[in-house]
């Protein structure tokens, strides 16, 4: 079945480094969407990638997708401690009517 | 901001016991879905619905487990008999329609067994 994998697992950085997390899908996606979930919260919507090489940012994070739609990024420039949380990515295998979550990034900030 | 709510927010069961999860989706969205969340573990996605019937499944959703929504308002996911590893956060996401993609969470019903 279709798979998505984040990578790393966890990381922890100092307040003010940047923080990048990688995603995977074993297939094409007909779209990718990243979220954020604060310690003991629920999935929060952040951005939605649709096409082929897109780059999208917001403040200070920047998202990426792909070529293939296969792979995505999410970068963070100048953390922040309100930034803790695990990230998920989440693909949306085109003709399906589901979106599969990663496996997330734990980002942890120190001040 | 509109909000998915979810209830109860903790239940507690024993094992072989039937349970029922209730969401009370976001008005006029027209996607559902059921994802669950073993603690500190990944999104699994258990099961979407659509039209008043299920869209997909995925290999955890079997027999033990169904959804419905009965008056057109709340959506449930029902546990027939629990196991041990039911034991989770219980996520319901609702969509709005074709062409937007965001997902709405509740804030989860964790499920407890014993």
Wanted: charged residues 20%; proline residues 4%.
């Amino acid at each position: 079945g279709q798979q998505v994998m984040q990578i790393p697992q966890y990381q922890h950085v100092q307040e003010g480094e940047d923080f990048t997390t990688y995603c995977n899908s074993s297939t094409t996606l007909s779209n990718i969407q990243w979220y954020k979930q604060r310690p003991g919260g629920h999935p929060v919507f952040l951005i939605q990638l649709v096409k082929s090489g897109e780059v999208k940012k917001q403040k200070r994070l920047t998202f990426q997708f792909g070529e293939a739609k296969k792979n995505s990024s999410l970068h963070i420039t100048a953390t922040q401690t309100t930034d803790v949380g695990t990230y998920f990515c989440a693909g949306d295998k085109p003709g399906t009517y589901k979106y599969i979550f990663g496996t997330g990034t734990r980002l942890k900030v120190l001040a | 901001e509109p909000e998915v709510t979810q209830t109860p927010s903790h239940q507690v069961t024993q094992m072989g016991q039937e349970v029922i999860l209730r969401c009370v989706p976001i008005s006029n969205h027209l996607y559902f879905y059921w994802y669950r969340q073993i603690l500190g573990q990944k999104v699994e996605f258990l099961v979407s619905f659509y039209n008043n019937e299920i869209s997909e499944k995925s290999e955890i959703f079997d027999d033990q487990f169904s959804v419905e929504r009965p008056d057109g308002s709340n959506f449930t996911l029902k546990i027939r008999s629990t196991k041990l590893e039911d034991s989770a956060m219980y996520f319901c996401a609702n969509r709005a329609g074709v062409g937007t993609g965001e997902l709405f969470f509740g804030e989860g019903s964790r499920l407890t067994v014993l």
